[in-house]
């Protein structure tokens, strides 16, 4: 069974703060997405890392995929109120679908 | 824009009644996903379809059924309603059957079950 482990489970933190986010599994992906969920709404695409050892950089957001593409990071720079929201990520399952962490819950006081 | 509209927000519904929760997707798209997320256990696959009249179970398929008749629409249904099944559904969309291409949600749809 392929499982995604996420953690920290919960992040509080201040505004202008740093902080990482860890997705980790024992299986190999061909890729792995990330979304971001505010309350009360849908997740929402933030990327896609496809190759081992890859990095790519949304505004203050930097993802990357792990050399054994088992495990992915999410970097914040700053952090910001309007960062909040649920930060999931996923990779594919062997059925096409894709199998979901459980989630980080942000926090970000002003 | 492009747009999964789920068609009831919130509902709540009595334990053995029979509930429908509709989803239409504008970008013809032919995979259709509904999924239930839940504290502490995320996102969990309930059924896909990558056709029309086609269905594959996800997950935890039990106590669901769906109905996909027209490409756009996507239909999850529970037979008889019960209070573990009180949660969010989210119902996606997206192109084709490959692993990769961007996933679109609904905003979903929070059911109750008294």
């Known amino acids: 069974t392929q499982l995604l482990e996420q953690s920290p489970q919960f992040l509080s933190i201040q505004e202008g703060e740093n902080l990482t986010v860890y997705c980790n599994s024992s299986?190999?992906?061909?890729?792995l997405q990330w979304y971001r969920q505010e309350p009360g709404e849908g997740p929402v695409l933030l990327v896609t890392?496809?190759?081992?050892?890859e990095v790519k950089k949304l505004k203050r957001l930097t993802f990357q995929f792990g050399d054994a593409r088992k495990d992915s990071s999410l970097h914040i720079t700053a952090a910001q109120p309007g960062d909040t929201g649920l930060y999931l990520c996923?990779?594919?399952?062997?059925?096409?679908?894709?199998?979901f962490g459980k989630g980080t819950k942000l926090s970000v006081k002003p | 824009d492009v747009k999964v509209t789920q068609s009831s927000r919130y509902l709540v519904k009595r334990t053995g009644e029979k509930v429908f929760l509709e989803c239409v997707q504008d970008?013809?798209?032919?995979?259709m996903f509904w999924y239930r997320q839940d504290p502490g256990l995320g996102l969990r696959l309930i059924y896909f379809?990558?056709?029309?009249?086609?269905?594959e179970k996800g997950d935890i398929p039990e106590g669901y059924s769906v109905s996909r008749e027209k490409k756009e629409r996507f239909s999850l249904i529970l037979e008889s309603a019960s209070t573990n099944q009180t949660s969010m559904y989210l119902c996606?969309?997206?192109?084709?059957?490959?692993?990769?291409?961007?996933?679109?949600f609904g905003e979903g749809s929070w059911l109750t079950v008294v």
């Open positions: 970008m013809d798209h032919e995979n």
């Open positions: 890392v496809v190759t081992g050892g």
């Open positions: 996923a990779g594919g399952g062997s059925q096409g679908n894709l199998i």
């Open positions: 299986s190999v992906f061909s890729s």
């Open positions: 379809s990558y056709d029309v009249k086609m269905k």
């Open positions: 996606a969309s997206s192109l084709a059957y490959t692993f990769g291409n961007t996933i679109y």
